[in-house]
């Protein structure tokens, strides 16, 4: 075994991490822990496993994300399923979880609802970590949908999918549902195209699930537009995950379509500004 994972520490000679993700893909693989890898290098792998590991190894040699080879992510302590269809859910969406429990615990009656879910897992582990409350999730790829669904199930929470256009789906339901708190949640495509050009590393993700135009913040206008002309009396607080270079860009939109927001914008646990605090009631 240990010759095998010298020859894979060699063929990712210059990936960031060579030994980790030789390991991690081996004992994948193997469907032991790494622990075992280390306590056990007189370990025979069978030849298919050897086959299987040298493929996957190829493909990471390729840049391809290990959460894709081996098919889930860990976030917020749980593991989500990916696939090459949704984005593969990032640490610092972390902080976006962390403060929509907060503003749930502060509350009532809560809705929440989930724009643009992806692999479902921002409203997945907000729903792990609180009391059940009706949850909404939209996003408009079917294929995110198909692997949200099958994240809630294991984790066991209750999620209505929708599919559709940003808020779209919700808006007549949003004007049965008065006299309540309404969170809406939204990690959209916020990443330029010269962004993601520069990036050779996010060419494996969906582009649609990463790039929007008008700098990156088209998606989130029409995110607001769409709040804006709600039927009123509304009490909603969104949450909007950024690029920390959008603070003043995103800023200058929430004062065009909702003027008496409140707005604040919070640090990721790395010091850049991140994540967007709305809160609006009219
Ligand atoms: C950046 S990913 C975020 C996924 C997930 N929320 C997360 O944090 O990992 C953006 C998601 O928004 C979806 N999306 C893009 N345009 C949309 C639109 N107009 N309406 C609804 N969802 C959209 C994409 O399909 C993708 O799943």
Known sequence: MRQLLNWAIKKLRSSDSPVL???VLLSFVIKKSKEFL??????????KQISQFKKLITRRAKCEPIAYLVGHKQFYGFAFEVNKNILIPRPETELMVEKILVEINKQKKTVLID???GSGCVPISVLKNTKQIQC??????????????RNAKKHGVKIKFLRGNLL???VSRLARLKNQKIIITANLPYLTTKQYRQNPGLHFEPKTALVADKSGLSLYEKLLKQISLLKKPVDITLFLEIDPRQSAGITKIIKKYLLQAEVKIKNDYSGKKRLTIIDFRA
Do not use: C, N, R, W
């Open 136 to 149: 909404f999730a939209i996003d408009i790829s079917q294929k995110a949908l198909t692997i949200a669904k």
């Open 168 to 170: 779209e789906p919700m």
């Open 38 to 47: 280390l306590a056990h290098p007189e370990f025979s792998p069978t030849k």
């Open 115 to 117: 724009v643009g879910t």
């Open 21 to 23: 993700d030789s390991e």
